[in-house]
């Protein structure tokens, strides 16, 4: 078996020392030094071992977490096998991403007879990873395309909406308006309650609280509370944000559900509290069966998967039920034209501006702003590379969320002048739909890049590669159908409607 042999510091392992040297030592003059510690963090000080004592260590501990090979998505604990036995000795225990990840850390048998400086630690994982001088240029090319394309959306809405708004608004006869023509032709059913209502409000519900938690975690990232030195601190953070925002999720779902008319609040809360978490969670299990059968040590333990139930139904689902109750007792959402009695009739529409040929190109640009980024991350995954550009990662995620925005506003207006009013499904299909092109590129980097054998492992990929691909349509969903609203809510209100 072809492995590869990582090797750990502690979780609490020098990664501040650089800052307390800067803070504390750095500094010329006289004057004393004073310093602050990051919530949760505390630098560890290390001198020579003749002046050795309590507040300061002489011998850096590595430790071990697992065995990975390129031909398996399958890790296995170091001591699986009959080589490189660690040594006894106390065992770190694990916080919940690692645990999710796989890795079980272990006293290793290694000494520290090397003289690294602080800022070339990490030289050796980095000269590991091939071409990242790319990765740079790659990154600032693609941020720079994305950002030439949503200004030219930006710019062609502006122009057009103003055009539109402003002659609308100077029709004053009814002879002028007998002649309108396009979007303003919906105003009266263009809030008309969409089919399936219960289901797109449960979606919403579980995007805003991916969305939310998403950019909490990559802002704490960017920051450096989930350095890469930290491992499994970024899961662990995910999963807890995740589980404490199950009030929004509430809120979100039943405050849209109730604008769409809809009186069943139970069946409304309890979908939003298990249908997509129960999806993710089934498809999790199945594939920890499979982990556990092939002995890795990627399988959750009993206890483990007991206690992420448990912050599931003690936490996450009365904090939904909690949104929920705010959600559904505040009024109505007001909406500012009325919605006619009688539905209107959809023309006949072009290719172009039937439902699937917009979803299908809504999702290109933004899946083009992505797909550089997607790459280093799956290899992060599969390839066990690190990954530590979280400050780029961030931007791409503000452009993420901008692009999907802009896309989906743009191919909802053409709609609307093509007097096609079913916009709340289109929107978040069209947004949601770079999920596809994301699941495609997986397919791809699947047979491509990765070397992986047997059908545990192909099993396994795939699995997981489907609960990430349900994340980010969720994701990627919300935040199209909430652009498009503020949209429609925004044209709609400053048009004169008779």
């Not at 072809?2 to 650089?18: E, K, N």
């Not at 491992?231 to 944000?241: D, F, I, Y």
């Not at 904090?319 to 009325?338: C, D, M, Q, S, W």
Request: net charge neutral; proline share 5%; glycine share 8%.
């Amino acid at each position: 078996m072809s492995a590869r042999q990582r090797v750990s510091s502690p979780p609490r392992g020098p990664r501040w020392l650089l800052l307390s040297l800067l803070l504390l030592g750095a500094a010329p003059g006289p004057r004393p030094g004073s310093a602050f510690y990051l919530p949760g963090l505390a630098p560890v000080n290390f001198c020579e071992k003749d002046k050795k004592s309590d507040e300061c260590k002489a011998e850096i501990e590595l430790f071990v977490n697992r065995l990975d090979s390129v031909e398996s998505v399958l890790p296995y604990e170091y001591t699986a096998f009959d080589f490189c036995q660690a040594s006894e000795g106390k065992r770190p225990s694990e916080n919940l991403g690692q645990v999710l990840f796989g890795e079980r850390i272990e006293p290793s048998p290694y000494k520290e007879d090397k003289n690294i400086r602080w800022a070339s630690r990490w030289d050796y994982i980095l000269e590991s990873m091939p071409h990242t001088h790319i990765q740079w240029f790659s990154i600032m090319n693609s941020l720079v395309i994305v950002l030439f394309l949503s200004g030219m959306v930006a710019m062609i809405m502006l122009r057009t909406l103003h055009k539109d708004i402003a002659r609308y608004n100077q029709m004053d006869s009814t002879e002028d308006a007998q002649e309108e023509f396009g979007w303003k032709l919906v105003h009266g059913d263009i809030f008309r309650p969409p089919r399936k209502g219960m289901l797109l409000s449960v979606f919403l519900g579980s995007g805003t609280q991916i969305l939310i938690m998403t950019f909490v975690t990559l802002f704490f990232a960017c920051l450096g509370f989930l350095s890469p030195a930290n491992r499994g601190a970024l899961m662990t953070c995910a999963v807890v944000l995740w589980v404490l925002l199950g009030t929004p999720a509430g809120y979100v779902a039943a405050r849209f559900y109730k604008s769409f008319g809809g009186e069943k609040w139970k069946t409304n809360v309890l979908l939003t509290s298990f249908l997509c978490p129960g999806i993710v969670f089934a498809d999790f299990f199945i594939m920890n069966l499979i982990l556990w059968g092939e002995g890795s040590s990627a399988a959750i333990p009993f206890g483990t998967l007991v206690a992420i139930l448990a912050l599931w139904f003690c936490i996450s689902v009365p904090l939904t039920f909690i949104g929920a109750y705010f959600g559904f007792k505040k009024n109505a959402i007001e909406h500012p034209v009325r919605t006619n009695q009688i539905p209107r009739q959809i023309p006949e529409q072009s290719f172009y501006t039937k439902p699937l040929p917009g979803i299908i190109m809504g999702g290109i640009l933004p899946f083009g702003c992505i797909f550089i980024q997607l790459f280093f991350i799956l290899n992060s995954i599969w390839s066990h590379q690190m990954y530590y550009m979280f400050g780029f990662l961030f931007l791409v995620f503000i452009i993420l969320v901008i692009t999907c925005s802009e896309a989906t506003i743009l191919l909802c207006y053409f709609h609307l002048c093509a007097e096609d009013y079913h916009w709340q499904w289109r929107s978040f299909l069209t947004s949601g739909f770079t999920a596809v092109y994301f699941l495609i590129y997986a397919i791809h980097y699947f047979f491509s890049k990765l070397q992986i054998t047997g059908t545990a492992s192909t099993i396994l990929y795939f699995g997981y590669t489907m609960i990430m691909v349900l994340i980010f349509f969720l994701f990627t969903g919300t935040i199209g159908f909430f652009a498009c609203f503020w949209f429609v809510t925004k044209i709609y209100s400053v048009v004169k409607v008779d």
